[in-house]
T-cell receptor, first 114, second 113 residues
Framework: GAGVSQSPSNKVTEKGKDVELRCDPI?????LYWYRQSLGQGLEFLIY????????KSGLPSDRFSAERTGGSVSTLTIQRTQQEDSAVYLC????????????FGPGTRLTVL | AQTVTQSQPEMSVQEAETVTLSCTYD???????LFWYKQPPSRQMILVIR??????QNATENRFSVNFQKAAKSFSLKISDSQLGDTAMYFC??????????FGKGTSLLVTP
């Protein structure tokens, strides 16, 4: 079946602009995760959605970052007033929702803030 | 913070040979899972192998196997009969009673002809 998909693949934006990154999880997966991968910080957890429960936002680095998941499927990560330090690869993963379980990753969105 | 440590930033191996990537971790949990993910230049994180902490038997997946030493909190990955397509970044990761994965910094593996 289809894996996790993310769009866009690459995004270049100017400092101060808002960006939206999209994630389409594997069909039937109830859990969805966002991670950020940067040279200096490695892979960092950002946010976790599980079914209809309130998301765990404990990894979001600032209030400029937000995410939503509509209808328990597609998720959008929004970064407002982007800064150069936001430049990174943003990875989305999904899983069946068992705890703990195996997460399957999308190809990521490379964000470059000029 | 509970950490995952990969002490080898870079490694190189010749085709058809065997290589072992090291990983140690810290956790206060008794029930947790360990993973090795592979990330080729395409950026796609691919699950290589998974180990449940409560299982004594080491996991194997074709040419990939692990040496899980629970008391030592060690989880190394052995790649046998290395192939050019194994060239990638390899990440060790842990999840416990939570759900988010805690990743190591990665080991860059180069397989040479």
């Amino acid at each position: 079946g289809a894996g996790v998909s993310q769009s866009p693949s690459n995004k270049v934006t100017e400092k101060g602009k808002d960006v939206e990154l999209r994630c389409d999880p594997i069909s039937g997966h109830t859990a969805l995760y966002w991670y950020r991968q940067s040279l200096g910080q490695g892979l960092e957890f950002l946010i976790y959605f599980q079914g209809n429960s309130a998301p765990d936002k404990s990894g979001l680095p600032s209030d400029r970052f937000s995410a939503e998941r509509t209808g328990g499927s597609v998720s959008t990560l929004t970064i407002q007033r982007t800064q150069q330090e936001d430049s990174a690869v943003y990875l989305c993963a999904s899983s069946q929702g068992d705890r703990p379980d195996t997460q399957y990753f999308g190809p990521g969105t490379r964000l470059t803030v000029l | 913070a509970q950490t995952v440590t990969q002490s080898q930033p870079e490694m190189s191996v010749q085709e058809a040979e065997t290589v072992t990537l090291s990983c140690t971790y810290d956790t206060s949990e008794n029930n947790y899972y360990l993973f090795w993910y592979k990330q080729p230049p395409s950026r796609q994180m691919i699950l290589v192998i998974r180990q449940e902490a409560y299982k004594q038997q080491n996991a194997t997946e074709n040419r990939f196997s692990v040496n899980f030493q629970k008391a030592a909190k060690s989880f190394s990955l052995k790649i046998s009969d290395s192939q050019l397509g194994d060239t990638a970044m390899y990440f060790c990761a842990r999840s416990n009673s939570g759900y988010a994965l805690n990743f190591g910094k990665g080991t860059s593996l180069l397989v040479t002809p």
